[in-house]
């Protein structure tokens, strides 16, 4: 599983404090701590307005890049913002995200088409996000055709078919899932990815609605979240997840998750 | 850390993508071929086994340690001289006749190979007749070892059991083991030993070949 580490978000309120009172211990070492805990990359989101947002996810590239090695994911509703803030990375990363509205990923996709850096890409366009899952495939479809003229390859695309809040739903993940499984079949190595906090929105005890859709879409070929690494259980679940999916030869990444107290009763 | 502790650590760990580069490093020191399979590896399989036993590790961890250090033997093998001391012998393996599982039977298989012995294994559903054939054309096996899982071929390893005692070959000790089996149940089959986990199978293989 490719876990993005979602900490570093000026939308969540202890962060957006953080951000504002210049708290450069506490962006440190939660960028140090999502590192350890196995995060493949770390999301980085200033949420802050626009003629700010480029300086300030520039101070925070620098304090992530101070403490870990760990590819940054550039988190920025601009694509202008992103192809700005790209040469701030000391790595190949990920972009975070695109679509196929507007002009996003005739921005983006020319400038990392030479380069290591992947792309969160999200199934919504001009007509704003499709209801149903064949609309979401066509626009897929588009994003492919743009994908292969910009000569990116599949494997560093994580295709995000759009995950709503599941309370008013009345066929629950069912469109989710046959997007990503129409998606996985058509493309085998391309990523499929999601954000599964909104899917719980307006419900009590979301977490349980949180993790019950992250093994069920990893069941659908999932392999890329933007979770919380720190969250134990969730990393637990994910793992054992992985193990029943026969995506672990013989255990072992459960087993060395636990072992490095990853999940459990550990440190 | 010598070069012997580090082939220890990677048997123990299972870093089996590392064991052949470190079994090559330590032959191209010069270290005896012996020294490295007695004191990196056999010893490194006594320590994952006791561990086992305290329940410190799981099953899977056990599997890859004894396949790196059967990585490890690969590179050391045409290193070791024919009459190789530190061979314990023969066990010959299998699971008896009506029983097809084999997860324990190998793992037990394993355990045995790197306490030392060279394995031979007749694999699962194995007839009567196919164990004793084993024991004659191998006249220097010291264990054989017979295992089932379930309670309905109990009967099939008592069967097995008598025909190896009567068949009047000698040399060797008798060891059973598989999920229903105790000890009583070992007693009246006339076995010379019984266990309840690989790790303590192969001491107790060690221990009744020398």
Known sequence: ????????????????????????????????????????????????????????????????????????????????????????????????????????????????????????????????????????????????????????????????????????????????????????????????????????????????????????????????????????????????????????????????????????EGK | MSKIDEIAQAVETGKSKLIEGLVTEALGEGIEPVKILNEGMIKAMGNVGEKFQKSEIFVPEMLVAARTMKKGVEVLKPKLAAGDTTRLGKCIIGTVHGDLHDIGKNLVALMIESAGFEVIDLGVDVATDTFVSAIKTNPDTKVVALSCLLTTTMPSMKETAAAIKASGLSGFKLIVGGAPITEDFAKQVGADGYTTDAASAAVLAKKLAS
């Not at chain 1, 695109?98 to 990392?112: A, N, Q, R, Y």
Request: with cysteine; charged share 25%.
């Open chain 1, 1 to 264: 599983m490719i876990l993005i580490g979602e900490k570093i978000n000026g939308s969540i309120p202890s962060m957006a404090k953080a951000i504002a009172e210049k708290n450069e211990a506490h962006i440190r070492d939660l960028a140090k701590k999502q590192a350890d805990a196995g995060a493949s990359f770390i999301d980085v989101c200033a949420s802050v307005p626009e003629t700010e947002e480029l300086d300030t996810l520039k101070w925070l590239f620098d304090l992530v890049q101070s403490v870990t090695d760990v590819p940054i994911s550039i988190d920025s509703p601009s694509a202008k913002i992103i192809a700005q803030a790209i040469p701030l990375c000391k790595r190949p990363g990920l972009i975070n995200s695109v679509s196929m509205e507007g002009d996003k990923v005739d921005t983006i996709f020319p400038l990392i088409a030479e380069s290591k850096w992947e792309c969160v890409c999200l199934l919504s366009d001009d007509t704003g996000i499709p209801k149903s899952a064949a609309d979401r495939l066509r626009v897929f479809g588009n994003l492919m055709k743009k994908a292969e003229q910009y000569k990116l390859s599949p494997n560093r695309l994580h295709i995000d078919p759009l995950i709503e809040m599941i309370c008013t739903s009345e066929d629950g993940i069912a469109k989710v899932t046959e997007t990503m499984q129409k998606v996985k079949a058509q493309y085998p190595t391309i990523h499929l990815t999601g954000g599964a906090s909104n899917i719980s929105f307006n419900l009590p005890m979301r977490k349980f609605i949180n993790r019950a859709f992250i093994i069920l879409a990893m069941n659908a070929g999932m392999d890329s979240a933007i979770i919380d690494p720190l969250n134990k259980d969730m990393m637990g679940l994910i793992y054992a997840a992985e193990a029943l999916l026969g995506q672990d030869e013989l255990c072992m990444e459960y087993i060395g998750a636990f072992r490095d107290g990853l999940f459990g």
